[in-house]
C-alpha cells in the first residue's frame, strides 16, 4: 500500500510562489517515476509535470519555465516549486505514483492565485 500526502498549498497573489509537497510512504520515490497533476473547478484532472527516477523531469506546456519539480530521496518527498503563479493556476494539486499498475494519489492541496 502506497500512501501519499500533500501539503502546501494556500491562497496566493498572481506572480507569487508556492512549494508543495508530497511525502510518500516507504521508500517508493526512488524506484519509480513520480508526477503532480491538477484539478480545476469544473474541468478534469490534467498532468503536470513528472520527474524519473535519473532525476529528469517534463513539464506541461502550461507550466514549463514557471514549475520545477524536484525529489528529496532521503526523506521520500517529492516537491512542486511553483512561480509566477497565474489565476488559471487555481486548482488541487495531486501526487501521483503508478507502481505495480495502479495509481496512486494523494488527497490533493489545494492552490488559489488571486487578488
Known amino acids: 500500500q502506497v500512501q501519499l500526502v500533500e501539503s502546501g498549498g494556500g491562497l496566493v497573489q498572481p506572480g507569487g510562489s508556492l512549494r508543495l509537497s508530497c511525502a510518500a510512504s516507504?521508500?517508493?520515490?526512488?524506484?519509480?517515476?513520480m508526477a503532480w497533476y491538477r484539478q480545476a473547478p469544473g474541468k478534469e484532472r490534467e498532468w503536470v509535470t513528472t520527474?524519473?527516477?535519473?532525476?529528469?523531469?517534463d513539464y506541461a506546456d502550461s507550466v514549463k519555465g514557471r514549475f520545477t519539480i524536484s525529489r528529496d530521496n532521503a526523506k521520500n518527498t517529492v516537491y512542486l516549486q511553483m512561480s509566477d503563479l497565474k489565476p488559471e493556476d487555481t486548482a488541487v494539486y495531486f501526487c501521483?505514483?503508478?507502481?505495480?499498475?495502479?495509481?496512486?494519489w494523494g488527497q490533493g492541496t489545494q492552490v488559489t492565485v488571486s487578488s
Open positions: 501521483n505514483a503508478y507502481l505495480l499498475n495502479r495509481d496512486y
Open positions: 520527474i524519473t527516477i535519473g532525476g529528469s523531469a
Open positions: 516507504g521508500s517508493i520515490i526512488s524506484i519509480i517515476p
